[in-house]
């Protein structure tokens, strides 16, 4: 059974950073490719960041390129988000998911597995 457990979401402040980690289990964590979503009150849920299988390629909404990174250990089966400069636009539960393939794919319905998501809070 597939398993994505997020954790590191918390309340910080307009310009502080956050490291978002997401543990992966039943499944072989090198062979996906994972991505980070994010869903506002109200909002529809919205693609953020994604990492190829071997974590050399990378790929990012225009909301958050240079000021978030993805990156993956495939030792540790994790991947994780470090978000800097955080904006209250930022506020969502974020959440890991998993696909086949190789396209860093922005859809949701492009992944297979998803987390139960992390709340992140940035005050203004």
């Known amino acids: 059974q597939v398993q994505l457990v997020e954790s590191g979401g918390g309340l910080v402040q307009a310009g502080g950073s956050l490291r978002l980690s997401c543990a992966a289990s039943g499944h072989t964590f090198s062979a996906y490719i994972m991505g980070w979503f994010r869903q506002a009150p109200g909002k529809e849920r919205e693609f953020v960041a994604a990492i190829s299988r071997n974590g050399g390629n990378t790929y990012y909404s225009d909301s958050v390129k240079g000021r978030f990174t993805i990156s993956r250990d495939n030792a540790q089966n994790t991947v994780y988000l470090q978000m800097n400069s955080l904006k209250p636009e930022d506020t969502a539960v974020y959440y890991c998911?998993?696909?086949?393939?190789?396209?860093?794919?922005?859809?949701?319905?492009?992944?297979?597995?998803w987390g139960q998501g992390t709340q992140v809070t940035v005050s203004s």
């Open positions: 998911a998993s696909r086949t393939g190789v396209i860093l794919a922005t859809k949701t319905a492009s992944y297979d597995y």
